[in-house]
């Protein structure tokens, strides 16, 4: 059976409509509201600051590190709260895919918290929490070499499709959902997961379609954190 | 070619110019060809040299730096003091106080600086991971009676303004003492009602600090009748008549560069210090 038409009448590489926000939180050092069609995520960056237990720090460079948490309300069912083996996965995850684009040798010995939560999910989590918290460390004021984007490919029955939803991640046909992370600059991949079966040139076409799209939202990021400062500048 | 505009909102991963013909200069950084920035704030190109002003971020402390730092933790060697980085720098008693004034029986600690004290100090060594803080300096001391506001410590500048001008604006009006540290902390010392007042003031200077028109907002704020605000104006536009008016405005209201804020801090302190005196 073949997918020949998309749920929400989108095109295969088209992207859900995005909102971002920054300094949305006032005790934050930088803060971000990114949406993605139904996804919904909040990011909070705290720090530099000292890191503890002593042994986990690195006196070379900085640690990036990563809180990521979905609210019980924020699937259909009530997910259960608390940091389970996928929590604590996705959270080493989107901390590695942050980590390159930080210029963390300035801060050695050091921790960048990173809070992530989940307020709606619909599909995409992780790539929005990504987008999230690198728009809301640039936010921060931290020194960065790019910010990180990322987008959720598939394999949607035998099509390539960007920016999957929850009923595509379901889709009885066969789906194939590959997370990626950009650095939109240079093309550098910070994160690449894959979940299903794929050719090796389906992946291939699926990573140049996403390098693509990331620009995007790359767009909206750049637009949000201007707007925070631009305001009323004469 | 493509180019940065002067005074163009940034954000870190932007090419700001390309080609060899250009040199990186603050919070930025060369890619290949590519100047790229590395922090969110205003571009700023002179001549050949293109840097950004960041808008915020964490201090970065510097050698010569006087801050203003608070007690938190005490041992029998010193004490710990936080500047607002995440080096909590360790100032020994022996720097402080001489070793024969140790030694009296009634030498108690916590009489010189206890936890929760508000300091003033110059940073003498600031390396990745150590930082020294210095104690033979008149600028040396602990901070009574007074609040402690924090901002950014890149909004700095603008806190003290041109030649000093909107700190001496907020003393005159106030008639309260008033140290900036280069890390964003601000000691406010005055009538309560005062210091509550400036606090308000650098609050909004830190709001606006990128906007132009920042000390007539000021100035407003503080309920300085509006003809006074034009004079001082028209004052300051004479001083500097030399220059195009609207180059002149334009010059004020821009983030200054580090190093004209060095030149300007020790004077806006020293006319603090002669105040105190009287």
């Known amino acids: 059976m073949s997918y020949t038409k998309r749920v929400d009448g989108r095109a295969f590489d088209e992207l859900r409509p995005m909102s971002v926000k920054v300094g949305v939180l006032e005790n934050a050092l930088g803060s971000c509201l990114f949406q993605m069609g139904k996804t919904k995520v909040l990011a909070g960056v705290y720090g530099p600051r000292q890191l503890y237990p002593r042994f986990l720090r690195n006196p070379e460079k900085g640690t990036v590190r990563c809180f990521y948490n979905m609210y019980s309300f924020s699937v259909s069912d009530r997910k259960r709260p608390g940091p389970g083996r996928r929590e604590k996965e996705l959270s080493e995850k989107i901390a590695q895919a942050l980590e390159p684009a930080v210029m963390l040798e300035k801060f050695p010995d050091a921790v960048v918290d990173v809070f992530v939560e989940i307020i709606q999910a619909d599909a995409g989590t992780r790539c929005a929490s990504i987008c999230a918290a690198s728009t809301a460390l640039a936010d921060a004021g931290m020194p960065m070499k790019d910010i990180v984007s990322s987008v959720a490919m598939g394999k949607i029955g035998d099509k390539i499709c960007a920016d999957i939803d929850k009923y595509e991640e379901d889709y009885e046909g066969g789906a194939t959902d590959i997370p990626i992370a950009f650095m939109p600059r240079t093309g550098e991949i910070t994160l690449l997961q894959l979940d299903g079966e794929i050719s090796p040139e389906d992946l291939k076409k699926a990573i140049s379609v996403g390098r693509e799209k990331v620009k995007e939202i790359y767009e909206k990021q750049k637009e949000a954190l201007t707007a925070k400062y631009k305001g009323d500048k004469q | ?278």
């Not at chain 2, 180019?3 to 890619?31: H, N, Y």
């Not at chain 2, 510097?62 to 004490?79: A, C, K, T």
């Not at chain 2, 003290?160 to 003393?171: F, P």
């Not at chain 2, 830190?206 to 007539?216: F, I």
Request: glycine share 8%.
């Open chain 2, 1 to 278: 070619m493509d180019m940065i505009k002067d005074k163009e909102i940034v954000v870190p991963g932007q090419v700001l110019a390309k080609g060899m013909d250009f040199i990186p200069s603050s919070a930025t950084f060369r890619d290949g060809e590519d100047i790229v920035a590395s922090r969110i704030g205003l571009a700023q190109v002179k001549g050949r040299v293109i840097q950004v002003i960041p808008l915020t971020g964490p201090y970065m402390p510097e050698v010569g730096d006087v801050v203003i730092g608070r007690i938190v933790d005490m041992n029998y060697n010193g004490w710990e003091i936080d500047i607002g980085h995440h080096i909590k720098p360790f100032l020994t008693v022996n720097d402080v106080v001489p070793k024969f004034k140790q030694r009296s029986s009634n030498f108690d600690m916590a009489r010189i600086f206890n936890i929760g004290d508000i300091i003033r100090v110059t940073i003498i060594k600031a390396a990745k991971n150590d930082i020294k803080l210095g104690t033979r300096d008149r600028t040396f001391g602990r901070l009574n009676n007074g609040i402690l506001v924090k901002i950014p410590s890149v909004k700095v500048p603008r806190v003290i303004g041109k030649k000093g001008s909107m700190i001496s604006l907020l003393k005159d009006f106030s008639g309260c003492r008033i140290f900036v540290g280069k890390n964003g902390w601000i000691w406010i010392s005055g009538d309560s009602d005062k210091e509550l007042m400036i606090e308000k003031a650098v609050k909004l200077i830190d709001k606006e600090a990128h906007k132009s028109g920042l000390t007539e907002k000021i100035q407003r704020l503080l309920g300085i009748p509006e003809e006074d605000i034009k004079r001082m104006k028209e004052s300051l536009l004479e001083e500097n008549s030399e220059e195009s008016v609207a180059d002149e405005i334009q010059k004020v209201e821009s983030a200054l560069p580090e190093e004209e804020i060095q030149e300007k801090k020790p004077k806006a302190k020293k006319t603090t210090k002669k105040g105190d005196k009287k």
